[in-house]
C-alpha cells in the first residue's frame, strides 16, 4: 500500500515564507513526476509546480521567482519552499504522483490528503 504525506503548511504572514514536504510510503519502485497542486474554496485546482525524476521543473506563471520545488529521490520525497508569501497564495496544498510504480510493478496515479497554507495578516 502506497500513500502520499504532505506536510509543513500553517499560517504567515504576507511576505513571510514556509516549506511544504511530500512523502510517499510504501511498496515504491520508483516514482516520475512529483507535482504540487493547490485548490481554494470555490476555485479549480491549479497546478503550482512539477518536477521530474532528473530535477526538470516547470511552475505556474503565478508563482514564478517566489516557490521553488525539489525532491529527495532516496527518500520520496518533494518539497515546496515558498517565498514572499501573498493571500492569494492561500489554499489547501496538494501533492500528486501521476506515475508511481510500486515494487508489484504496477503504475497509479496517488493524491495526499492536503495541507493547508494561510498567508494573512
Not at 45 to 55: F, H, M, N, P, Q
Not at 61 to 72: A, L
Request: net charge positive; proline share 3%; charged share 20%.
Amino acid at each position: 500500500q502506497v500513500h502520499l504525506v504532505e506536510s509543513g503548511g500553517g499560517l504567515v504572514q504576507p511576505g513571510g515564507s514556509l516549506t511544504l514536504s511530500c512523502a510517499a510510503f510504501g511498496s515504491i519502485l520508483s516514482i516520475n513526476n512529483m507535482t504540487w497542486y493547490r485548490q481554494a474554496p470555490g476555485n479549480q485546482r491549479e497546478l503550482v509546480a512539477t518536477i521530474t525524476r532528473d530535477g526538470t521543473t516547470n511552475y505556474a506563471d503565478s508563482v514564478k521567482g517566489r516557490f521553488t520545488i525539489s525532491r529527495d529521490n532516496a527518500k520520496d520525497t518533494a518539497y515546496l519552499q515558498m517565498r514572499s508569501l501573498k493571500p492569494e497564495d492561500t489554499a489547501r496544498y496538494y501533492c500528486n504522483a501521476p506515475r508511481l510504480i510500486d515494487r508489484s510493478l504496477t503504475q497509479k496515479d496517488y493524491w495526499g490528503q492536503g495541507t493547508q497554507v494561510t498567508v494573512s495578516s
